[in-house]
């Protein structure tokens, strides 16, 4: 076989290995899905919502800490901004009524809950004389939209559409005096990245 015979069978194993590896690749993936517990499955795909919605806020002012994994107990992202710094939990599942939460939890345990869910982030921050003043719950379920976007359950604990996540952002961005200012919001962002583990994302 020449030369250019032996190019040409290169080319066509080239192409017929090609799409069998992608072919590999997706049964591994759905195989590797399949096995995850249900819940698991379901946690994964809210956390992945929840970052690609947090991917489309404005940077600056807004700095993600983005899927942290258990890190900082229940909380899965921290979003630092000029309202302050906000502990995001994520739900895979219709947003309940606040009324119904109330009825079954009353507002000083619902108002301790969200101040230990925040505790390890104020851990954290209190190095760089910071605290984390607000909690979201964001709910990936049946969209609502005769209902806000968000709505405050008590005092600094608030239930998001995740649908409506960014437009949530932009609300607290428009109305905020803001007790952060940039330089702030970096530093603390920063505290939080490394207090997890990771890298030095400002060196």
């Not at 710094?85 to 009825?103: F, N, S």
């Not at 990936?140 to 437009?167: F, I, N, T």
């Amino acid at each position: 076989m020449g030369h250019n015979g032996l190019v040409s069978f290169g080319i066509i194993v080239s192409l017929v290995a090609l799409p069998i590896a992608i072919i590999g690749a997706l049964l591994w993936y759905r195989r590797s899905m399949a096995e995850m517990k249900p819940d698991e499955a379901k946690a994964l795909s809210g956390l992945r919502l929840t970052a690609e919605a947090l991917h489309r806020a404005s940077s600056p002012p807004w700095r993600v800490v983005y899927e942290i994994g258990g890190a900082l107990g229940a909380v899965d992202h921290v979003v630092v901004g000029p309202a302050g710094v906000i502990a995001i939990t994520t739900l895979v599942a219709d947003r309940p009524e606040t009324g119904e939460l109330l009825q079954a939890r009353t507002e000083a345990q619902l108002v301790s809950d969200a101040a230990i869910a925040r505790g390890p982030i104020d851990e954290l921050l209190r190095a760089v004389g910071a605290s984390c003043n607000q909690s979201a719950t964001v709910f990936w379920g049946a969209p609502q939209p005769r209902r806000p976007a968000v709505e405050e359950l008590v005092h600094g604990s608030q239930l998001v559409e995740g649908q409506r996540l960014d437009e949530w952002l932009a609300g607290i961005d428009a109305r905020s005096t803001g007790p952060l200012y940039q330089t702030r919001i970096d530093a603390v962002w920063r505290t939080v990245v490394m207090g997890i583990g990771r890298p030095d994302p400002l060196p």
